[in-house]
Every structure is written in C-alpha cells, then in structure tokens.
C-alpha cells in the first residue's frame, strides 16, 4: 500500500457520460498531481494541486476538469466521455511543490467508455 | 515527440541474465527518476539521480546518469523473475520547475 488512496479502481460507462475520479494523497504530502496512461501515450500529466491550488497543466482536455479540496483529497471529473478516453488514471502526490523529489503514486482507476 | 526515449521497448530474458535499458533524450535534466511497474498497480520510485556522472545502486540495480544529464541507464545483475515490469524513466527539464515527464517504458519479461 502506497499510502494513496484511488476510487474506483473500475469503472465502465458509455459514451457522453460524465465520471468523477477520487484521490487521498499520502499523509502528510500537499501536490497532488493527476496522469493518463494508455498504451501508446505512456504517461500523459494532465494536472497538478498544491494546497488546495492549481499549479500546473498539462494535456488536459476542457472536457476535463479537477479539483482539491480543504482536506486535500483530489476529484478528476470527466465529462461527454468518448471512447479514446479508456485509459488508466493515476494520482500521484509528493510532499514539497518540487517535482524533482519523486511522486508516490495510487493503483489507479482503468476506465472503459463503451 | 517523446522527449525521454527508452529502449528496447520490450526485453525478455532468462532468469540469471544480466541487462541494461536505457532512456535518452536530447534535452537536458535537472533530474532522473526510475519507476517500476507492475501490472494493475502504479508506478513505483526506485532511484532518483541528480548529479551528472552520478551512479546509484539497489541491491541487483544500478542506475547511471549520464555526464551531460541528457540520458540514463538501468543495469540489472543476475534478473531474477520478480524483476518483471515496465520500467520508467522521467525528468524534469533542467532550469524549469516543470513537471515530471514520463518515457514509454521498457516491458521487462524475465522467464524462470
């Protein structure tokens, strides 16, 4: 067990729905930071929060937006789904802002749009 | 344009065989970090390198960081089956504070 914690770990929905992913950082750890990885992207950073606060953007699509809230837990929300969003999600979180220290990452949610 | 490229992109190999994979890139990197993963889990960090030249090692593993901090290799000694997994390099480019940018991996299969 990392320390941090993803919900769900499945989840099947159809095309044009909306889907919310959860995440608990470690103890402790203030940056969240969200990835996509598919087959044949790798890991793709799409989103990163810091204390509450949105520090950094990657490859993140407008129908995807995320969120940290006062307690630190993390939501990505994913809306009009289509099927080239399948893919597993990962959270990560560190303790400092400093991206060069090392993430710990969750087990992830796979998603399937079908 | 993947900015880190690792090769090869698969391996498989017998168990006691030594390898090495390697991850390049034609930037440079303020640091380097290694991940393993296995299947259904997340990634998991096993070194981070900093120093140009630098060379680190966990048990079987040895990390080296290339003089000019544009690439890095992973030398595994005597692979034994639970080295199995997709192995990760990712960096963070040199003079940014930018985030950490993930290669495709190399698929490590290694057969008893």
């Known amino acids: 067990d990392s320390g941090v914690t993803q919900t769900p770990k499945h989840l099947i929905t159809a095309t044009g729905q909306r889907v919310t992913l959860r995440c608990s950082p470690r103890?402790?750890?203030?940056?969240v930071y969200w990835y996509q990885q598919s087959l044949d992207q790798g890991l793709q950073f799409l989103i990163q929060?810091?204390?509450?606060?949105?520090?950094a953007k990657g490859n993140i699509l407008e129908r995807f937006s995320a969120q940290q809230f006062p307690d630190l837990h993390s939501e990505l929300n994913l809306s009009s789904l289509e099927l080239g969003d399948s893919a597993l999600y990962f959270c990560?979180?560190?303790?400092?802002?400093?991206?060069?220290?090392?993430?710990?990452f969750g087990s992830g949610t796979r998603l399937t749009v079908v | 344009t993947q900015l880190l490229e690792q090769s090869p992109q698969f391996l498989s190999i017998q168990e006691g065989e030594n390898l090495t994979v390697y991850c390049n890139s034609s930037?440079?990197?303020?640091?380097l970090q290694w991940y393993r993963q296995e299947p259904g889990e997340g990634p998991v960090l096993l070194v981070t390198?900093?120093?140009?030249?630098e060379v680190k090692k966990l048990k079987r593993l040895t990390f080296q960081f290339g003089d000019a901090r544009k690439d890095s290799s992973l030398h595994i000694t005597a692979a034994q089956t639970g080295d199995t997994g997709l192995y990760l390099c990712?960096?963070?480019?040199?003079?940014?504070?930018?985030?950490?940018?993930f290669g495709k991996g190399t698929k490590l299969s290694v057969k008893p």
């Open positions: 990560a979180s560190s303790v400092v802002e400093h991206r060069g220290r090392g993430y710990t």
């Open positions: 103890s402790g750890d203030l940056s």
């Open positions: 929060y810091y204390n509450g606060e949105e520090r």
């Open positions: 930037s440079v990197f303020s640091s």
């Open positions: 390198v900093v120093t140009g030249g």
């Open positions: 990712a960096g963070v480019l040199g003079g940014s504070q930018g985030n950490l940018i």
